[in-house]
Nanobody
């Protein structure tokens, strides 16, 4: 059974930093894509960042230059380092796993990020 567990969310002031983690289990293929999305109630899910096993990393325009995605293959964990946080970054952050960055088949339960001004 594939499982994704996010952690690291919390409440910070504007300008602060957080590091989110997403630990994956139950998936052993060497080819995959993992990504972070975020969602605010009443709004559509927003792409944040993705990491592909081909080495490609992609960022949404709103987080470029502030967020950094990385992966620890030994720990099967995806990270999202978030710096210079803004109130508009407040959302539930979800980790997703896919066969490729065009097709995700699993999502974690999410971790809440709240940024106050």
């Amino acid at each position: 059974e594939v499982r994704l567990v996010e952690s690291g969310g919390g409440s910070v002031q504007s300008g602060g930093s957080l590091r989110l983690s997403c630990q994956a289990s139950g998936y052993t293929a060497s080819r995959y894509c993992m990504a972070w999305f975020r969602q605010v109630p009443g709004k559509e899910s927003e792409f944040v960042s993705s990491f592909d096993t081909d080495g490609t990393t992609i960022y949404g325009d709103s987080v470029k230059g502030r967020f950094t995605v990385s992966i620890d293959n030994a720990e099967n964990t995806l990270y999202l380092q978030m710096n210079s946080l803004k109130p508009e970054d407040s959302a539930m952050y979800y980790c997703q796993l896919g066969f490729s960055c065009d097709y995700y088949f699993e999502r974690g339960q999410g971790t809440q990020v709240s940024v106050s001004s």
